[in-house]
């Protein structure tokens, strides 16, 4: 079991930046893929960001390409989403994800643990 517990969500202007942490329990974390994803009202959960159990491979969506940036500790049992340039599209529950296992992963079913979201708002 992992358990998985977001912060770092709030309200910002357009332009602005915001760095998002997901905590995890278990002891298996260091072996997990860990991703990111958002879902705005009225849309379905979209995928931003995710990255290998090592930190070294990483995918981001196309709306986010070269301005969010998702990181991990593996000693801390954290991955981390810095976002940069933000604009009101962005705003949305942002969740993250974990599934066991190599590589890493896009979409919202290939993942087995879940946060509960934190939400951010971009205001124009």
């Known amino acids: 079991q992992v358990q998985l517990v977001e912060s770092g969500g709030g309200l910002v202007q357009a332009g602005g930046s915001l760095r998002l942490s997901c905590a995890a329990s278990?002891?298996?974390?260091?072996?997990?893929?860990m991703g990111w994803l958002r879902q705005a009202p009225g849309k379905e959960r979209e995928f931003v960001a995710a990255?290998?159990?090592?930190?070294?491979?990483?995918a981001y969506g196309d709306s986010v390409k070269g301005r969010f940036t998702i990181s991990r500790d593996n000693a801390k049992n954290t991955v981390y989403l810095q976002m940069n340039s933000l604009k009101p599209d962005d705003t949305a529950v942002y969740y993250c994800?974990?599934?066991?296992?190599?590589?890493?992963?896009?979409?919202?079913?290939?993942?087995?643990?879940w946060g509960r979201g934190t939400q951010v708002t971009v205001s124009s």
């Open positions: 990255i290998d159990w090592s930190g070294i491979s990483t």
């Open positions: 994800a974990a599934k066991g296992g190599g590589g890493y992963y896009f979409a919202a079913y290939e993942y087995n643990y």
């Open positions: 278990g002891r298996t974390f260091s072996s997990n893929a």
